[in-house]
Antibody, heavy 116, light 107 residues
């Protein structure tokens, strides 16, 4: 059974940093692109970042480019999202997702609140 | 960026009815479209990929179709558990973009 478990969320002040983690199990992690997708409170879904199987290629939308960094450790079957220079508009639930094309499996999500 | 315009924003239907949700792409995306269901308080679940293919474990009451740049999700024989928000996703090009969502309520 595919499982994705996020951690690392919480309350952070504007301008500060936070790092999210996602522990994957139930599939060969190193064979899949992975992604982060977020959802602001009562809002829709927004893709945030994607990383290739080896980690050599990363993709971001303009809204987070230069502030967020996605990375992975295939030996640990883990995905990460380093978020710097956080803004209030980054407040959202962040989902880790397997990304072989569509986002086919999602974690339960972790809440990030950016507020002073 | 490719815009995905989803309609309606909300709808209410009775059990056993048939409903259709549509997404209009701002440009040609081929069959690179997926549909998701998000139940209250839960993470999204993949329903349909490649515009018409049913994801594993999804009931055959759900089906997807395409006409040009318009994509449709049809839910036949609505069940109470179909309550939730439905989203489309285009995966034709970066940035991958979702539709705004359709909130489905059962009467």
């Amino acid at each position: 059974e595919v499982q994705l478990v996020e951690s690392g969320g919480g309350l952070v002040q504007p301008g500060r940093s936070l790092k999210l983690s996602c522990a994957a199990s139930g599939f060969t992690f190193s064979n899949y692109y992975m992604a982060w997708v977020r959802q602001a409170p009562k809002k829709g879904l927004e893709w945030v970042a994607t990383i290739s199987t080896s980690g050599s290629r990363t993709y971001y939308p303009d809204s987070v480019k230069g502030r967020f960094t996605i990375s992975r450790d295939n030996a640990k079957s883990s995905l990460y999202l380093q978020m710097n220079s956080l803004k209030s508009e980054d407040t959202a639930t962040y989902y880790c997702a397997r990304h072989p094309g569509s986002f086919d499996y999602w974690g339960q999500g972790v809440m990030v609140t950016v507020s002073s | 960026d490719i815009q995905m315009t989803q309609s309606p924003a909300s709808l209410s239907a009775s059990p056993e009815e048939i409903v259709t949700i549509t997404c209009q792409a701002s440009q040609d995306i081929g069959n690179w479209l997926a549909w998701y269901q998000q139940k209250p308080g839960k993470s999204p679940q993949l329903l349909i990929y490649s515009a018409t293919s049913l994801a594993d474990g999804i009931p055959s009451r759900f089906s997807g179709s395409r006409s040009g740049t318009q994509y449709s999700l049809k839910i036949s024989r609505l069940q109470v558990e179909d309550t939730g928000i439905y989203y489309c996703l285009q995966r034709y090009s970066n940035p991958w973009t979702f539709g705004g969502g359709t909130k489905l309520e059962l009467k």
